[in-house]
């Protein structure tokens, strides 16, 4: 049975068991999961029973509804998402587990045993930046610390010969 723990707010430690087809979560006296918070909408989001599982629907709630950090706007719950409704967290489990699947069968015909056997990369492979490839050497960086250095000593000498000219005219 699917089941929502509250981990913040008021109801912190509270666990609602989702029994019906839809709950409503917010303010309001009519929801299921009332939260009295602030930043929590009167109908802020509710949870619509989709197959064996739930699916988080936001409101157009003014604080937004998340998952797992990601603000939604609907989707589908897996066991383990972390919720966030305004700034309520909960845990949504249910007692099904997440699975992997295995990828699909590869339909560009290439040999998945020979795969990280080839010796760099492709002939038709290039690159996509609009810069350009890098100059090797680092010739050119040297050539600006020289002429940086260069007029750092130039200001240094007009520096002291204005300091001599000054002090000879007194």
């Not at 609907?74 to 998402?81: P, Y």
């Not at 560009?108 to 050497?137: H, M, N, Q, Y």
């Not at 130039?154 to 007194?170: E, G, N, R």
């Amino acid at each position: 049975m699917p089941k929502l723990h509250i981990l913040s707010g008021q109801l912190e430690g509270k666990v609602f068991d989702l029994l019906e087809e839809r709950v409503g979560v917010g303010r309001a006296l009519d929801n299921k999961i009332r939260l009295e918070d602030g930043t929590v909408s009167h109908h802020h989001a509710m949870f619509v029973l989709d197959g064996d599982g739930y699916k988080l629907r936001d409101l157009n709630s003014t604080n937004g509804t998340r998952v797992n950090t990601m603000r939604i706007a609907e989707t589908k719950l897996t066991n383990g998402d972390q919720v966030r409704v305004g700034s309520v967290e909960m845990r949504y489990e249910s007692d099904l587990k997440k699975t992997s699947q295995p990828l699909p069968p590869s339909q560009a015909g290439v040999d998945i045993a020979e795969l990280g056997k080839a010796e760099g990369p492709p002939p038709a492979f290039g690159s996509a930046s609009p810069f350009g490839r890098k100059a090797r050497g680092g010739g050119g960086s040297k050539g600006v610390v020289w002429a940086v250095l260069g007029l750092g000593l130039i200001a240094v000498l007009t520096l002291v010969w204005f300091a001599y000219s000054f002090f000879q005219m007194k």
